[in-house]
């Protein structure tokens, strides 16, 4: 078993051949550049530093730059999604899980320095209709967030929690792009209070469908 410290976590690798080793290696070391300079902003040269790995090292474990750049992304993806569930492991109840996802966000929550910001957001960004595989990555995990964030206001119905005619799909999305919104905001102004507002809103969303 191998370990390897990404964000502040050590990531182990058990059981893995010394090429799937070195794939999820590189993969975890330049998914942090990917996010925060996206794709067109990292070079080879910035892969290579990130790694300590030759390039010919790294292009030998992918086709190229953009094979690595999927890949990071899927990773950027899942440690975000990852984030957000450890955020509300304790929440006890859909509406404290709901309330738990929008305060994550939040100038006390934990997700507002997630390495470069919402990997989802910033590579829908950086394929700006130039990259098609990047686009539909981020799209996938646009998808599986809101998924997830229906799940929890339709278990709140079956519980009674929320009201019965809530349009759980629409609350996802829409608590999804408030909180996006307050990430951009942030990212812009570094004004947590700017941010904070935006996110009172999502409450206010979240308060009304309560019953």
Avoid at 13 to 22: A, F, G, P
Avoid at 42 to 52: F, M
Avoid at 128 to 155: N, S
Wanted: hydrophobic letters at 40%; aromatic letters at 8%; glycine letters at 6%.
């Amino acid at each position: 078993m191998t370990k390897q410290k990404y964000n502040g976590h050590y990531i182990c690798h058990v059981n893995q051949s010394k090429t799937e080793r070195t794939r999820a290696y590189i993969i975890e070391m330049t998914a942090p550049i990917f996010n925060k300079q996206g794709y067109a902003g990292t070079s080879i040269t910035d892969l290579t530093a990130a790694t300590k790995l030759t390039s010919g090292s790294i292009y030998g474990n992918f086709a190229n730059k953009e094979e690595v750049a999927l890949a990071a992304l899927d990773y950027n993806i899942s440690c975000f999604m990852k984030a957000l569930s450890s955020a509300t492991a304790k929440a006890k109840t859909p509406k404290d899980k709901l309330f738990g996802y929008i305060k994550a966000f939040s100038s006390s929550g934990s997700m507002r320095f997630h390495d470069g910001g919402c990997p989802i957001q910033n590579a829908l960004c950086d394929a700006d209709d130039t990259m098609e595989p990047l686009r539909q990555r981020a799209a996938e995990g646009l998808k599986a967030w809101k998924q997830e964030l229906a799940a929890i206001v339709d278990q709140g119905i079956l519980e009674g929690i929320f009201k019965a005619d809530t349009k759980s799909d629409q609350i996802a999305l829409h608590v999804i792009a408030l909180c996006e919104f307050a990430m951009s905001t942030y990212s812009a102004t570094k004004s947590l209070k700017q941010t904070d507002e935006i996110l009172d809103m999502a409450i206010e969303v979240a308060k009304a469908i309560i019953v």
